[in-house]
């Protein structure tokens, strides 16, 4: 048995771990849904005495190993007190702790934090926060020509667009993602078939079309995404296979060695047929 640091200990409490032990098992049985009432005995799930700690003026914990399948590292923690000038102690609390090493569920985190890419399915809603760094007013500049000549010309425009760092952080997920230049079907490729030269890459608009296009390939397995220019496979429109020579076609041969001589005429039937030796 250790004592806590922050005070001194209240030598009648910490003596009381017998007292402290019985609350524990007593608990358990009263209650009946503590893991405790499956046990093989009362006290098979209350281990060794680990340690008394003083928290304040006539006040400790007692804390017991729990042997409980699960809790792996988890304390049963017992506060008990008293009252001045005397010795009779009171249980005030008693408790299931984890430890230090104990096995627990991980920090919660809400859900927009949660949210992976891929995870949103077929009529699924996922809103998007009023203060989303990625997006801004469309009346306002989009630092993008594209955005901005499109909505001069039709006097309207959608009410939010992509802001310079919203593009910048797509611009390198993509790039660092399957569709850019160290994908593995791009490194395997001949160093020569790169999307910028196919004449499947469409460019796209805007301030993307610098680095970014679409492959327009039905073959391709990137078919429909958007690739980096430097992205490459085997599909380029210009890698060319070598013509196959041909086949030279040889004339029919009939070899005549090997044929059985049949005698000519009519084909016999019926018992004839079965008397016939045609071996």
């Known amino acids: ?4 640091t922050r005070s001194r200990v209240d030598q009648v409490l910490a003596d009381a771990v017998e007292l402290a032990r ?3 098992v007593e608990a358990a049985i009263e209650e009946g849904g503590l893991p405790l009432a499956g046990a093989d005995t009362e006290g098979g799930a209350v281990g060794d005495h680990l340690q008394v700690v003083s928290e304040g003026e006539r006040l400790v914990t007692h804390f017991f190993a729990c042997l409980l399948p699960g809790y792996r590292g988890w304390r049963w923690a017992v506060t008990l007190t008293r009252v001045p000038r005397s010795r009779q102690v009171t249980v005030n609390e008693i408790v299931l ?3 230090p090493d104990a096995l627990v569920a991980p920090q919660w ?9 891929g995870d949103l399915g077929v009529g699924d809603l996922m809103p998007t926060p009023p203060d989303d760094d990625r997006l801004m007013p469309g009346y306002l500049m989009s630092d993008d020509p594209a955005v901005e000549e499109v909505a001069w010309e039709l006097g309207l425009g959608r009410p ?3 802001t310079r760092e919203g593009r910048s952080d797509t611009a390198q997920r993509w790039y660092d993602g ?4 160290e994908a593995p079907i791009a490194t395997a ?3 020569t078939a790169r999307c910028v030269s196919c004449g499947f890459y469409l460019p796209l608009a805007g301030s993307l079309r610098q680095a970014f296009g679409v ?3 039905l073959f391709a397995p990137d078919d429909g995404r958007a690739v980096s220019w430097d992205h490459g496979c085997g599909a380029h429109s210009e890698v060319l296979a070598e013509p196959a020579p041909e086949v030279e076609e040889l004339p029919t041969v009939y070899d005549d060695g090997e044929l059985d001589p049949v005698a000519d005429g009519p084909v016999p039937t019926g018992l004839d047929a079965e008397r016939l030796d045609v071996s």
């Open 1 to 4: 048995m250790t004592s806590g």
């Open 22 to 24: 019985a609350a524990v």
């Open 97 to 99: 702790l984890p430890g």
């Open 109 to 117: 985190v809400p859900w927009e934090e949660r949210v992976r890419p």
């Open 160 to 162: 939010r667009v992509m």
């Open 178 to 181: 399957d569709h850019g230049p």
């Open 189 to 191: 490729a001949p160093r």
């Open 215 to 217: 492959c327009g390939n």
